[in-house]
């Protein structure tokens, strides 16, 4: 992963519409691995049992190096491919998206299709809550009392989170930073304290923030 972020899924969603009878019912999911995708299909399919089709698309990867979609019958372009369209659109990443189709008995035509897949998809999207993935750093910085109130000063004003706060003799504050501002802390740390602290890089962490509290990933 680079030092940026990216979007997830953090809660699915769900998105139904009619079309001349026939009824789309997409559900999108967060994944991980393609074994996580057919576990979800298997799972939809069982669910759905009775439908016509169950179509899906789903991305993997930091750069969405993985890409796969399938018609499930439909005509070749009319499902899998606008189902894809959709999550690429979105910016979304590990994003697997099922849409399921009663057929009401009436042809809906290539361009028919191609919309009520593209359509419920979107739905889904903009029905479920979609989050910020970041990468960041935990530090442990050791100082003394007197190098608290700045500790928590300069974090407030770089948007760090502080995940935890140990006092003893000394005091060890410990935070999570995202990479691309980890080098600029530390400098910004060091020269305020004249050097009185000691920096411990835990090593890697994702999180995120859901209505500005922190999570870890």
Known sequence: MNDSFYKIIYKSGTGEIVEKKSRFIANVYNIENEEQVSSYINAVKKKYWDARHN???FVLGDNNE???CSDDGEPSGTAGKPILDVILRSEIHNCLIIVT??????LL???GLVRAYGQVSKISLENSTILE???GNILKVVTDYNGLGKVQYIAGQMNVDILGIEYSDIVSITLVISVHNIDKFEKKITESLAGKVVLENQGMQCFT???GKFIKL
Do not use: E, L, W
């Open 55 to 57: 179509c899906f698309a």
């Open 66 to 68: 993985i890409q796969r």
């Open 101 to 106: 189709r009663y057929f009401g008995g009436t």
């Open 109 to 111: 035509g290539t361009g």
């Open 133 to 135: 993935k970041k990468v």
């Open 209 to 211: 923030h859901d209505n």
